[in-house]
């Protein structure tokens, strides 16, 4: 199965004041990530919110994506949940709509084993035939999928690899040097890592900030697969102020805010989460100034 290479942005979900999923928004987010040259969609992760939102939120807002991304790209779509039962049924369901790929994160609360990780992840995969990316993110959940675990799974042959989200460098390491030689790719599912993990053998990156800074995030890999090194560690460096800034707030609060400067109607995070201050809305729009000085200057 072919496994996916490039820069995916992880798209927010766009709501309106009264919570309602604004397809419109989305549709139009979509549509810019793709002109600006990103190598995939990536929905129903994290910075989607895909923990807040209702079923029949989540099939809208699959069908959405995979409607305006038209084939132009692929489209991964979210379809972990805390019980197998709940992600196989998810995963049928976007996969009969037509998505590329499925991102299965780990189930959440319950501490399970590494026996009952893998028993998770080969139902899934039995049930579908479409390839699975595994996501790592063990600050959220709770669990961590080890070595012996992601080296089981990258056997599978409709598993074909992993996003880690730990921010442990170690961690992608690992997982590229026992997935050797197999059809599996590692992606940085932490921004900063992205340079450091095509440099060591990873295929690319599921990035929040690509939602915001597309062209900028997409020009790590460029410039990294052109070899011009220079402009790829610039590139990574900038990203570095974005990602202390949203740090600050809950998910995906200041990327949705950054949107809403950009001209997106992004709406508010889902509450509990909030909103930005106004004050905090001005140090954002005073960043974003500075930023879209800078990339100009990079990629000129």
Not at 120 to 127: Q, T
Request: net charge negative; charged share 25%.
């Amino acid at each position: 199965m072919a496994t996916l290479k490039g820069i995916v942005p992880a798209l927010i979900t766009p709501v309106t004041h009264d919570e309602k999923i604004n397809e419109k928004a989305l549709r139009k987010l979509a549509n810019r990530l793709i002109d600006a040259g990103v190598h995939g969609l990536f929905a129903l992760g994290t910075t989607g919110e895909f923990f807040s939102l209702s079923q029949k939120e989540k099939l809208t807002a699959i069908s959405t994506v995979i409607d305006e991304a038209a084939g132009k790209v692929p489209v991964v779509i979210g379809t972990g949940a805390v019980s197998t039962r709940e992600s196989i049924e998810l995963s049928k369901k976007a996969e009969e709509m037509g998505a590329d790929y499925l991102s299965v994160i780990t189930p959440y609360f319950n501490c399970l084993s590494q026996r009952e990780l893998s028993e998770h992840y080969l139902r899934i995969a039995s049930a579908v035939s479409i390839p699975i990316i595994l996501y790592n993110i063990p600050a959220r959940t709770g669990l961590s999928l080890s070595d012996d675990t992601v080296s089981e799974l990258a056997r599978v042959p409709n598993i074909v690899g992993i996003k880690d989200s730990s921010g442990k460098f170690d961690n992608i390491l690992s997982y590229i040097e026992v997935s050797k030689g197999l059809n599996f790719s590692v992606y940085a599912g932490t921004d900063s890592l992205i340079l450091k993990t095509l440099m060591a053998g990873g295929s690319g990156a599921v990035a929040a900030t690509a939602c915001v800074f597309p062209e900028l995030v997409v020009s790590i890999y460029e410039f990294w697969k052109r070899g011009d090194m220079e402009k790829a560690e610039k590139a990574q460096e900038m990203l570095f102020a974005i990602r202390d800034f949203s740090a600050k707030f809950s998910i995906p609060a200041a990327y949705k805010a950054a949107l809403e400067i950009q001209g997106i109607d992004a709406g508010p995070p889902i509450s509990p989460a909030l909103q930005l201050p106004y004050e905090e809305k001005e140090k954002l729009k005073n960043l974003l100034k500075k930023y879209e000085k800078e990339i100009s200057e990079l990629l000129s």
